[in-house]
């Protein structure tokens, strides 16, 4: 199974379309799952027409896609449960609140927020922020995350510029 893993799409202030590299990957992943600041509705729509998808809001979101979309989320893929959260708030890093973010065991959590890609461990959990298609801020790179299961869970960012 392949999960293609993104955040921060800010649209259309960052972009006026996904990119090539993620709209290529779109067409062979499984499921899509979103880390938040989607920023429109439209953004919702268009991941929505490659399949299932998964999310939540983040701090930029309107009351519209609020409606639609939880602050955080668990889903279970093939016997792994992943977290997914935007991880904004006050104090504390960004990884701090999207880890304290969930009360229950998890396998991986999923967040977004500082547009900075990230990989980890914080114990048996795997900490995955995909970084950015379309908001590399002063990085070098765009980036977003794919998951692939197996008999066990992978990760890896794509990144180009």
């Known amino acids: ?9 800010h649209m259309p202030k960052k972009a006026k379309t996904l990119p090539h590299q993620l709209t290529k990957e779109l067409e062979s992943a499984d499921t899509v799952i979103h880390a938040g600041d989607w920023k429109t509705m439209d953004v919702y729509n268009e991941l929505k027409s490659y399949g299932e998808l998964h999310g939540v809001y983040g701090n930029v979101d309107d009351e519209e896609i609020r409606k639609v979309l939880p602050e955080r989320k668990v889903i279970e893929v093939q016997g792994f449960k992943i977290g997914i959260v935007h991880g904004h708030g006050e104090k504390k890093t960004t990884e701090k609140r999207a880890v304290e973010a969930f009360d229950e065991e998890l396998d991986v959590i999923i967040f977004g ?4 890609p990230l990989l980890r461990y914080m114990g048996k959990t795997m900490l995955f922020n995909p970084g950015s298609a379309t908001d590399k801020r002063k990085l070098p790179y765009f980036s977003y995350g794919l998951l692939t299961i197996k008999e066990n869970l992978q990760a890896e960012h794509i990144f180009w510029k």
């Open 113 to 116: 927020h500082s547009h900075l």
């Open 1 to 9: 199974m392949k999960i293609l893993v993104i955040s921060d799409t």
